[in-house]
């Protein structure tokens, strides 16, 4: 289990290895190498069932290092908390080496997670960016939609980040309404999920279509269709928020049915 509190005090521990969004496998097939002392280098992170955890970023990966995505299909649920820290304050460090305010050479702060120009004083926190996640229904049926990078025949939810001075609520309507043309009537809030691929934080809705006529955008989305809950193309994966919202909306239909 994860707890959020740096640890400063200590001078060993587990150390997770990174780089390019790759994470170096343990001596057991886990994420994390062997307890050891620790370099000056690394970024203290977190305990790991009370075990003080280092981040060690560096430059480049090796061939046998999976992917974050491939990570968290393999582990159980238990581990997202910790993978998805690692991975987005690693992708923070190696983006955040320079002042973004006056181009000088930044350094890390150890009481936070926190990069300060020692030139002029600006700081850096994580990038932290938040995007809408909606799964559309009108009655039992879904809107599920094709984003092109998506591998071939998976369908999911519509999703996009929020723009500058946006509320989510706003976000999610110009969303919809951009990708597929739809009104919506009833948006209801669901939950939120930590995304590390870099940086996202999900923000889950429903909402109810004030109509079935769908204008595709051909850009952000190559196709989108109405689903019945017993004839789903291939869904997102399970550890996804989108792949919640689906079985959320699956097993209501399935009460309200029964
Ligand atoms: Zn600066």
């Not at 973004?100 to 350094?107: L, T």
Request: proline content about 9%; aromatic content about 10%; overall charge negative.
């Amino acid at each position: 289990m994860l707890r959020r509190e740096l640890p400063l005090a200590e001078t060993a521990g587990w150390v997770i290895r990174i780089a390019e969004g790759r994470i170096a496998p343990g001596p057991d097939g886990s994420p994390l190498q062997l307890q050891q002392s620790w370099s000056s280098t690394w970024q203290p992170l977190c305990y790991w069932d009370e075990v003080p955890v280092a981040l060690a970023v560096e430059a480049q990966a090796e061939e046998s290092w999976p992917d974050g995505r491939h990570w968290l299909s393999r582990l159980p649920e238990s581990w997202f908390p910790l993978l998805s820290t690692a991975l987005q304050v690693a992708a923070w460090l190696r983006d955040h080496r320079f002042c973004g305010r006056c181009g000088a050479p930044s350094a890390r702060l150890d009481r936070e997670f926190a990069m300060l120009c020692p030139h002029c004083g600006h700081r850096n926190y994580p990038r932290i960016s938040p995007c809408i996640i909606t799964l559309v229904t009108h009655g039992e049926s879904l809107l599920l939609a094709r984003s092109p990078r998506f591998p071939p025949g998976r369908y999911s939810t519509l999703a996009g980040f929020i723009e500058p001075g946006e509320s989510a609520e706003d976000a999610v309507r110009r969303e919809i309404h951009e990708e597929v043309g739809l009104p919506v009537g009833r948006v209801r809030y669901y939950r939120s999920q930590a995304w590390p691929f870099p940086h996202s934080l999900m923000l889950g809705f429903f909402a109810e279509a004030a109509s079935r006529e769908l204008h595709i955008d051909g850009v952000e989305i190559v196709d989108a269709a109405w689903f019945r809950p017993g004839r789903l193309p291939q869904l997102p994966p399970l550890y996804s928020i989108s792949r919640a919202l689906i079985e959320t909306h699956l097993a209501e239909v399935a009460t309200a049915t029964r």
